[in-house]
């Protein structure tokens, strides 16, 4: 197997562009400055009572015991962690799919794109937990609810970016695609949508993000099953505020590697498509 | 010698102003249910304020354990009327708690849906049952039917579906048939028996014979402390209260209807109450074995690691 041919701007980062390392390592002393302000301020210095903010040790812990602990009660974390992501990426696979469809008849069609085009917009501005009683009320104390909260934050900037992105797509780039016989299907799978996938990226990134938070929202007033949002919703009822940092920590750390892998995604596609231009 | 010195007035400072910084506010935190009717007796019948003489009362109303122990970890809370349940998570996470009195015992049953086809408790496998809140003592309580029965609830791998629901919301959510049973506190038992579903668990078969507290007088300790007589009259009125409730339960239904009228809205149907309380009973006693069993029930459904010794925190 040989190596794929280095393209240009690779080859120029690898020369100029900031170390890899050094970035880790700087990202990796902030996290140690933050553990140890942490623990002096809680276990060394006593500034709060442990039931009101606990120390690094204490939330540990429970992470420990959540993740791989081997008792009855315990790996409470883990199962949270299985049902959420679960829920999270069907719930964002069918948003993808409607924002994909609904962006594309955005785009194509003037008085759709006017009307509800406006209407997501301010949808969007609603946040997430809003809609939760609405979705309890119509679907019930159960897993559906859930699910149509995520649906309806990871849609919205999916379809948004969609339609923006096809309507930013040069008229130079349609023309040639007709003129080298492209149907209406063809021009929008063959020339539209390639053309268009650096703005999609982004608002796949953006639905993400959406859809990540609405789901722990919505588990949290919709507790009943295994999820980071019940776990939260216990911490609390317990006074077990470790148990609360330790799920709000787990809950950021999967976002931030989702968001990671996306970006990366991301930024790959921007090269790629001559959009970057290595500093 | 300085350093003494100074060590000597800043102790001397501190403990006048302490002396001096008796409360002016005794902060009550207490629920609208039957099984709070001592708080409930003493608000409307003034036996509280009575007993404080000059210091005034501030009653606050919780709709569950949870934002009650959450307010007297912020010290908003002195004295709180609360189930044991909440009460033992407090202790054991290490706040200032100390059990002051015992308040009621039993008055929670098991009501299921009445075109739910619950029988009997094994019947709850693959149901929906509601409890207060998560971690709240009829949760506690549910979680050991649940085990006795061979059944789990669903987060641990088995088939029932534990959700929270506020107990005022379980007949709305009877009636659209979202939630197939629920273990509540009463009256709440008795007005969802008046409307014709069926009570499957008694407060005598829940646990223990009936045995067991179901909600407790706690102080904090600090206040405690600083407040030795305003306690002392306090746990006064909270006993003439419930001696009350023992010797005219016609009189302490009546005085319960009214409270509730004032801070829910709504009144009860006098023959609910009726039954609500005869399954319920008023005690001051606080049973150390049955709140000992609570902790390590605590342990059982998976809210703990440990069972704290619950003996250092009962007041002498």
């Given at each position: 197997m040989t190596a794929p041919p280095l393209t240009p701007d690779q080859g120029l980062q690898r020369v100029?562009?900031?170390?890899r390392w050094q970035a880790l390592a700087s990202q990796l002393l902030g996290l140690l400055v933050i553990l140890g302000a942490w623990w002096l301020v809680t276990?060394?210095?006593?500034?709060?009572?442990p039931y009101v903010f606990p120390g690094p040790k204490a939330v540990w812990t429970e992470i420990s015991y959540g993740l791989w602990?081997?008792?009855?009660?315990?790996g409470k974390l883990l199962s949270a962690i299985g049902s959420s992501l679960r829920r999270v990426l069907t719930g964002y696979a069918i948003a993808v799919l409607l924002g994909t469809i609904v962006g594309l008849l955005m785009s194509a069609w003037r008085p759709l794109r006017t009307t509800l085009g406006g209407y997501l917009t301010g949808i969007q501005s609603?946040?997430?937990?809003?809609f939760v009683p609405f979705a309890i009320l119509f679907?019930?104390?159960?897993?559906r609810a859930v699910l149509f909260v995520v649906v309806l934050e990871g849609f919205i900037p999916v379809a948004l970016a969609v339609s923006g992105a096809l309507l930013n797509v040069p008229p130079a780039l349609r023309v040639a695609g007709r003129t080298l016989g492209a149907g209406p299907l063809g021009l929008i799978l063959r020339v539209l949508l390639p053309a268009s996938v650096p703005s999609i990226l982004t608002g796949l990134r953006t639905a993400w993000s959406f859809a990540w938070r609405a789901l722990v929202g919505g588990e949290l007033l919709i507790a009943?099953?295994?999820s980071l949002g019940e776990l939260l919703e216990v911490g609390r009822n317990t006074a077990n505020v470790a148990l609360v940092l330790a799920t709000i920590i787990i809950i950021g750390v999967i976002g931030g590697l989702f968001d990671t892998l996306l970006r990366a995604a991301e930024g790959r596609v921007r090269r790629d498509y001559g959009l970057e231009v290595p500093q | 010698m300085t350093r003494k010195a100074l060590l000597t007035l800043l102790t001397l400072t501190v403990t006048t102003t302490a002396a001096a910084q008796e409360a002016q506010t005794v902060r009550l935190g207490f629920f609208p249910n039957l099984t709070h009717a001592p708080a409930l007796v003493g608000l409307e019948r003034g036996t509280f304020q009575k007993a404080l003489g000059k210091v005034k009362l501030d009653a606050k109303e919780f709709v569950s354990g949870t934002t009650l122990t959450e307010a007297f970890a912020a010290g908003q809370i002195d004295i709180a009327y609360v189930g044991p349940g909440p009460a033992i998570n407090a202790a054991g996470r290490g706040m200032?708690?100390?059990?002051?009195a015992g308040a009621s015992e039993a008055g929670a049953v098991l009501v299921v849906r009445k075109?739910?086809?619950?029988?009997?408790?094994?019947?709850?496998?693959g149901k929906i049952v509601a409890v207060?809140?998560?971690?709240?003592t009829q949760d506690i309580s549910l979680r050991h039917i649940l085990n006795e029965n061979g059944l789990k609830p669903k987060a641990d791998g088995g088939s029932v579906t534990i959700t929270p629901v506020a107990p005022a919301d379980v007949m709305a959510a009877f009636a659209a048939k979202r939630v197939d049973a629920t273990l509540v506190p009463e009256p709440w038992g008795a007005a969802l028996e008046a409307q014709g579903h069926k009570v499957i668990g008694s407060e005598k078969t829940v646990w223990r014979d009936g045995k067991y507290p179901t909600t407790v007088v706690i102080v904090n300790a600090k206040f405690a402390q600083a407040n030795p007589q305003l306690v002392a009259a306090f746990l006064k009125a909270h006993t003439d209260a419930v001696a009350f409730i023992n010797k005219s339960p016609v009189g302490a239904q009546t005085a319960v209807n009214s409270q509730l009228l004032k801070l829910t809205g709504a009144k009860i149907d006098p023959r609910v109450l009726q039954r609500a309380f005869s399954r319920t009973r008023f005690t001051t006693s606080l049973d150390l074995a049955a709140l000992t069993e609570y902790a390590k029930l605590n342990v059982e459904a998976g809210y703990a690691r440990s069972a704290p010794d619950l003996a250092p925190f009962i007041r002498k």
């Open positions: 100029s562009g900031p170390p276990d060394v210095l006593k500034l709060y009572p602990g081997t008792g009855p009660q315990d609603v946040p997430s937990i809003a679907l019930g104390l159960n897993e009943g099953s295994t | 200032p708690v100390q059990f002051l075109d739910s086809g619950i029988k009997s408790y094994k019947d709850l496998g207060p809140s998560l971690g709240n």
